[in-house]
């Protein structure tokens, strides 16, 4: 049960009502997290502000999951795994790769360096060796790419956090259980 006000999409005004008409526009519905997030503007607004510049970015669509699968399994965060498992299924990826990608791994060299990098930022605080950034260089990711590793590190863990304070509920098909 959420722990923090629920902003259904008829109470939303401004810009957060403008945000939620995107959102039923591009989702056909205000999905949970963001009937949380919209009890602040400025909250609503970063993740969008965010999530759309990420979006943009030169990261493929699978490591973007990679990503966000990994940290959010790290993090416990069942409804960013769930909703991610959704995304990456729409987008084509089989059970094995996304349970893969929860588990910390990928049978593809290139994104299981990707996975093993981000998991070092995670365990380290960002303080990673020079081996570890030249490692995903070397695996064929520019600079430009490392940069939004650590960006899509920081939105996978704001919504990780943000779900756990509101105890959002789940408007996802529930991920299998890893245990």
Do not use: W
């Given at each position: 049960m959420p722990r923090l006000n629920v902003v259904e999409a008829d109470q939303a005004t401004g810009n957060v009502k403008e945000i939620y008409d995107g959102y039923e526009e591009k989702l056909g519905r205000v999905i949970n997290i963001f009937k949380g997030l919209g009890n602040s503007e400025a909250a609503l607004t970063a993740y969008k502000a965010m999530s759309g510049a990420l979006a943009a970015g030169d990261l493929s669509t699978e490591?973007?999951?990679?990503?966000?699968?990994?940290?959010?399994?790290?993090?416990?965060?069942?409804?960013?795994?769930?909703?991610h498992t959704m995304i990456a299924k729409g987008a084509g990826m089989n059970e094995d790769q996304i349970l893969e990608f929860r588990l910390g791994r990928s049978s593809d060299k290139k994104l299981n360096t990707l996975i093993e990098f981000t998991l070092k930022v995670i365990e380290t605080n960002g303080v990673v060796a020079d081996a570890d950034i030249q490692g995903v260089r070397d695996a064929g990711y520019t600079d430009g790419q490392i940069a939004e590793v650590v960006a899509y590190i920081s939105l996978a863990t704001?919504?990780?956090?943000?779900?756990?304070?509101?105890?959002?509920?789940?408007?996802?098909?529930?991920?299998a259980s890893l245990g």
């Amino acid at each position: 049960m959420p722990r923090l006000n629920v902003v259904e999409a008829d109470q939303a005004t401004g810009n957060v009502k403008e945000i939620y008409d995107g959102y039923e526009e591009k989702l056909g519905r205000v999905i949970n997290i963001f009937k949380g997030l919209g009890n602040s503007e400025a909250a609503l607004t970063a993740y969008k502000a965010m999530s759309g510049a990420l979006a943009a970015g030169d990261l493929s669509t699978e490591d973007r999951e990679a990503i966000y699968l990994a940290v959010s399994e790290k993090n416990k965060c069942s409804y960013c795994v769930s909703a991610h498992t959704m995304i990456a299924k729409g987008a084509g990826m089989n059970e094995d790769q996304i349970l893969e990608f929860r588990l910390g791994r990928s049978s593809d060299k290139k994104l299981n360096t990707l996975i093993e990098f981000t998991l070092k930022v995670i365990e380290t605080n960002g303080v990673v060796a020079d081996a570890d950034i030249q490692g995903v260089r070397d695996a064929g990711y520019t600079d430009g790419q490392i940069a939004e590793v650590v960006a899509y590190i920081s939105l996978a863990t704001y919504t990780n956090l943000f779900n756990h304070v509101f105890d959002t509920e789940l408007d996802f098909p529930q991920a299998a259980s890893l245990g």
